[in-house]
């Protein structure tokens, strides 16, 4: 009986020792870590400045890299100049990062019927992504769809979460 629980604890620790040596990564002659992809799918080849970029990461919940949701004023598809400014940075981002595609989502308020919304949704999604093109970002690598009114992030009924839930955020469909 002592012979088995030795050795059943000398298995447990090769088995945990082994498993521990499987997550260590090499370095390179200069001490970093090389650029590569983690199993998590998440890639920082530096241009994400640490920020996570997973496969399907919205810019909602900051997984989108460094692209950032924008906002528009109540039934409006026009673009503010602080939209502009943050669509600026998001085509810098996409134009360092080729590969990436990207799905632009737009969304409204919980004001309005249902095919209202799903056609302002569709102004604000197609009005980002015609001037990510302008800004010389390729067009392929952008499609949109609207979820109206269907997927809010602020729950609240009124101004200050309907302002929320006016936006165009950002999903990563490839890398």
């Known amino acids: 009986m002592k012979f088995k629980s030795i050795a059943l604890l000398s298995l447990l620790a090769t088995v945990l020792t082994l498993s521990s040596c499987a997550n260590i990564k090499k370095k390179s002659s200069d001490g970093t870590t090389p650029d590569t992809t983690s199993d998590s799918g998440k890639i920082d080849n530096g241009k994400n400045a640490g920020m996570a970029l997973d496969l399907n990461g ?90 109206g009114k269907e997927k809010p992030v602020s729950f609240g009924h009124d101004e200050e979460s309907w302002s929320k839930n006016r936006r165009a955020n950002f999903v990563v469909t490839a890398k």
């Open 58 to 147: 919205d810019s909602d919940s900051n997984k989108a890299g460094a692209l950032k949701t924008v906002y528009f004023d109540f039934n409006s598809a026009g673009l503010s100049s602080g939209t502009k400014d943050t669509l600026n940075s998001n085509a810098v981002f996409l134009k360092a990062n080729t590969t990436l595609k990207v799905q632009v989502e737009g969304h409204t308020d919980e004001r309005g019927g249902v095919q209202f919304n799903l056609s302002l949704g569709e102004k604000r999604a197609k009005t980002v992504r015609e001037y990510l093109i302008g800004q010389g970002v390729e067009g392929a690598r952008i499609s949109t769809i609207s979820l």
